[in-house]
């Protein structure tokens, strides 16, 4: 079982930064990590991954460049920080976790999730 909270969400102007972070309970070196957002209206969209050794990790289209995911094993937290904030990535961000060595794009795939934080992008 893995608990997940994520934190760091608020409203940024465009062009700025945050970092949210996810923190988590239970065996977290075990799990892959993902990012996805849903914004209103939208589906859940995938964001980005990052193995369960923090060795490799891929993003959407949409946020490659901008967009950085690292993970903490000693402090069971995995980050996002997302530099460049425009307004259409305004969303409810989520973080997820995979028991696999380093998980996918599809959001059916996931074990754990938290129960998100708000990112509004001003413009």
């Known amino acids: 079982q893995v608990q997940l909270v994520e934190s760091g969400g608020g409203l940024v102007q465009a062009g700025g930064s945050l970092r949210l972070s996810c923190a988590a309970s239970?065996?977290?070196?075990?799990?892959?990590m993902g990012w996805f957002r849903q914004g209103p209206g939208n589906e859940r969209e995938f964001v980005g991954a990052?193995?369960?050794?923090?060795?490799?990790?891929y993003y959407a289209d949409s946020v490659k460049g901008r967009f950085t995911i690292s993970r903490d094993n000693a402090k069971n937290t995995v980050y996002l920080q997302m530099n460049s904030l425009k307004s259409e990535d305004t969303a409810v961000y989520y973080c997820?976790?995979?028991?696999?060595?380093?998980?996918?794009?599809?959001?059916?795939?996931?074990?754990?999730w938290g129960q998100g934080t708000q990112v509004t992008v001003s413009s």
């Open positions: 997820a976790a995979e028991y696999t060595v380093i998980s996918g794009r599809n959001p059916g795939a996931y074990d754990y």
């Open positions: 239970g065996s977290f070196s075990s799990y892959a």
């Open positions: 990052i193995s369960r050794s923090g060795t490799r990790t």
